[in-house]
Structure formats: C-alpha cells, structure tokens
C-alpha cells in the first residue's frame, strides 16, 4: 500500500465531482448528486471562475460546500437598469409568435445580430411589458457544495 499524498486541484486539473448549487434557502437550483458525476476540465469556463477558484487546491477525496456572496457567485448584484419596457410589437417580433404571456413567465428573445436572451415578465401593459433582464441569481447568496472524485 503507498501512502501517496492525494492529488490536488490546479488550474489545469481534470475532475470527476459532484456538485450542488443551491439558493440561500437550500432550495437546489442544479445537483448532480443522486446522478451521474460530473466531469470537467479546470480553465475551460465549464464552471462559473469564481467556483473554479474555489476548488483550487482542495486535495481528492474532499467534500466542503462553500457560502458565495452574490459578487462571489458570478452573477453580481441586481442591476436596476437591466428592468427594461419592450413595446408589445418588439415582444411579437423578437419572441415566440400569438404567445400568450403571464407575469413571472422567461420569455426569450432574438438578439440583434443573432443570439438570443431572456428576461422575466414583470408587469404587462395596454402598449407595452416590463421586463426584468437581471439573471434570475442576481443578488443572491448562493451554496457551492463540491465532492471531489478523482483529481488528474
């Protein structure tokens, strides 16, 4: 048997993990736990950089859940700019057509130049609906829980 010193995270690691991301309130938001392992290779942008730096150096084998503020999280404070009007010809030609939408519904919509985005109906009017194009974590804490399977 070696006593070999577990391998650890580094910028360049290949991992196996399992991994939660859950609001303030415990309320899981995405959990591979009870799943398939993730896999991932350290750099590549397959987790948020702010999560990433948080599994540098933690040895394989580990399990540690981690509180991110919402600066930390990677998606920043609400933006009060970013609560929009879309005048009800934009939302008929940017979005899906005849849709019926509901206060709370994520409409999605076609980008200038291709793409898409989305934003959450907030309020509807006789001219036009107010949109709030915020991430829906914005602003929030957020729990990180990792479990470290295998570090190459």
Same mark, same amino acid.
């Given at each position: 048997?070696?006593?070999?010193? /577990? +391998? &650890?995270?580094? $910028?360049?690691?290949?991992?196996?993990?399992?991994? @939660?991301? +859950?609001? +303030?309130? =415990?309320?899981?938001? &995405?959990?591979?736990?009870?799943?398939?392992? *993730?896999?991932?290779?350290?750099? %590549?942008?397959?987790?948020?950089? +702010?999560?990433? %730096?948080?599994?540098? =150096?933690? /040895?394989?084998?580990?399990? !540690?859940?981690?509180?991110?503020?919402?600066? $930390?999280?990677?998606?920043?404070?609400?933006?009060?700019?970013?609560? !929009?009007?879309?005048?009800?010809?934009?939302?008929?030609?940017?979005?899906?057509?005849? $849709?019926?939408?509901? &206060?709370?519904? #994520?409409?999605?919509?076609?980008?200038?130049?291709?793409?898409?985005?989305?934003?959450? #109906? @907030? $309020?509807? @009017?006789?001219?036009? *609906?107010?949109?709030?194009?915020?991430?829906?974590?914005?602003?929030?804490?957020? %729990?990180?829980? &990792? %479990?470290?399977?295998?570090?190459?």
């Amino acid at each position: 048997m070696s006593n070999a010193t /577990p +391998a &650890v995270v580094t $910028e360049s690691s290949y991992l196996t993990l399992h991994y @939660r991301v +859950a609001a +303030a309130d =415990g309320n899981d938001i &995405v959990t591979t736990f009870g799943g398939t392992p *993730a896999t991932l290779m350290m750099g %590549q942008g397959q987790l948020a950089p +702010a999560l990433e %730096q948080k599994l540098l =150096g933690l /040895p394989e084998g580990a399990h !540690q859940t981690f509180t991110l503020s919402p600066d $930390e999280g990677g998606f920043g404070p609400r933006n009060p700019d970013l609560i !929009q009007a879309v005048s009800k010809a934009t939302l008929a030609d940017n979005s899906v057509p005849d $849709e019926e939408y509901a &206060v709370g519904d #994520l409409v999605t919509f076609n980008a200038p130049g291709g793409g898409k985005f989305a934003g959450v #109906l @907030r $309020e509807m @009017r006789a001219d036009s *609906a107010i949109f709030d194009f915020n991430h829906p974590l914005a602003g929030q804490t957020l %729990q990180f829980e &990792v %479990q470290l399977i295998s570090v190459l």
